[in-house]
């Protein structure tokens, strides 16, 4: 029965990260060392026009134009012999082609991983149309800027010795010009944070899925290995390796889902006046799902001191003690204890978060709520950056602060406090 029982979380574990594949944001593409397609989710059925079923075993020359097949099959053998990360964006231009014979633009970021000694690809695509369509734009409109500019130069020469008038309606349409050249100015520069910022995301990703992913496929390709009875703990083993795989994608994902509704301005704080017992019941919740993350010998130390009601929105405050709180259980050591206490007066609202961990220093305290910013001394644990930059949004939603306290190699203590006063 513990077998079985075994057997089930697995497959339930990755109905799970097959969920997570098939609902990323963007085009993936697995592709085997003939070149063959092995698996393709959603959102490239959606990009190219195809069903899953019909590519399928089909080489990945499909969906890119026959006039750059020959070209492709030798980069892709090139690739094969000496395979290497490529982020997005570097200086290529690519196109794909959809079922009805469509070609548009793309980005692509290429990453591989080995299993049982064969090597698989992975494409990440991004159609960019949108984007060439804008540069178009934009570029048009700096030709047109150039021209006038030219005129507007020659026009003053010619008219110098013109009278007064003329001499101010100049000034007003060389200042609009200026107006406009700054907006053009404006513009390009929104584009670049934008492209930087998607070629950012797009490598943090491939980075932060990569790790996770070997850690799957090597457990369940050992897990095969492991048939015997007296086997069972080196069977718990790897399937503990592959339930922290997909936790660890799936924390990656909500970050990423979180940060696009921040955008998009699709998240709304919903503050109400909630019972004080209501709220320690969901911490409790809490604490007890954080107890699953918790390193060997770490303990959480709890206490809550609640009374009367308070005025808080549960489901952004529970995010934001999940993230503080994983936080702390992440960047501290084996046998510490992190201490976790809410209370509230009629002012604030109250939570306290702190550790003993590896701290953060005096210069990165500064940049610590900045989307993407990983202090230096945590570049080699696994995160997004986005975290603290959530939460920072989710408090200012509810008109809350938070507040760090922080030495390299003595902990963290982070407080957060909600105002309780004319919520009316």
């Known amino acids: 029965m513990k077998i079985e029982n075994n057997l089930y979380s697995t497959r339930n574990e990755n109905r799970q990260f097959e969920a997570l594949f098939d609902f990323a944001a963007i085009g993936i593409v697995l592709i085997n060392e003939t070149g063959e397609i092995i698996n393709f989710n959603r959102q490239a059925e959606l990009q190219f026009g195809y069903k899953k079923e019909e590519v399928i075993g089909c080489p990945v020359e ?28 570097s200086g290529r231009d690519l196109y794909a082609q959809r079922k009805d014979g469509n070609e548009f633009p793309v980005e692509v970021s290429l990453s591989y991983y080995n299993t049982n000694g064969d090597m698989n690809v992975v494409a990440f695509i991004i159609d960019i149309t949108v984007r060439k369509g804008n540069e178009a734009i934009v570029l048009k409109q700096k030709e047109e800027l150039e021209s006038f500019n030219d005129r507007i130069q020659q026009m003053n020469s010619e008219l ?15 200042a609009e010009l200026e107006k406009s050249k700054n907006e053009v100015s404006d513009a390009l520069e929104r584009e670049k944070e934008l492209s930087d910022l998607k070629s950012r995301f797009v490598t943090m990703a491939s980075h932060e899925f990569r790790t996770p992913l070997s ?30 795989g997909v936790t660890a994608l799936k924390s990656i994902l909500e970050d990423f889902l979180s940060l696009g509704k921040l955008e998009e301005g699709s998240v709304q704080a919903k503050p109400e006046l909630v019972d004080a017992e209501f709220l320690i019941i969901e911490m409790e919740s809490v604490i007890q799902d954080m107890q699953q993350l918790v390193k060997l ?4 130390v709890y206490s809550c001191n609640l009374t009367g009601k308070v005025f808080i929105d549960c489901s952004l405050f529970k995010n934001i003690a999940v993230n503080l709180i994983s936080n702390s259980i992440k960047f501290s050591s084996e046998n510490s204890v992190i201490e976790v206490a809410c209370s509230n007066t009629s ?50 939603m509810m008109n809350g602060s938070i ?22």
């Open 347 to 396: 002012q604030y609202f109250i939570f306290k978060v702190k550790d003993n961990g590896i701290g953060i220093s005096e210069e990165d305290q500064k940049h610590l709520f900045e989307r993407f910013f990983r202090a230096k001394n945590a570049i080699n644990v696994q995160g997004t950056g986005l975290g603290l930059h959530i939460i920072a949004k989710y408090l200012e």
């Open 297 to 300: 010998g770490q303990t959480i």
């Open 62 to 89: 499909l969906l890119i134009p026959i006039k750059f097949h020959q070209n492709h099959s030798k980069f892709r053998d090139d690739f094969y012999k000496n395979p290497q990360n490529r982020p997005m964006g």
């Open 403 to 424: 507040e760090i306290k922080s030495e390299l190699n003595k902990g963290s203590d982070f407080t957060v406090k909600i105002p309780q006063v004319n919520h009316e």
């Open 215 to 244: 850690t799957i496929l090597s457990s369940a390709s050992l897990i095969e290995h492991y048939n015997e009875s007296d086997e069972s703990e080196k069977r718990l083993k790897h399937i503990q390796r592959i339930k922290s």
């Open 160 to 174: 110098e010795q013109k009278i007064e008038d003329r001499t101010k309606m100049l000034k007003e349409t060389l």
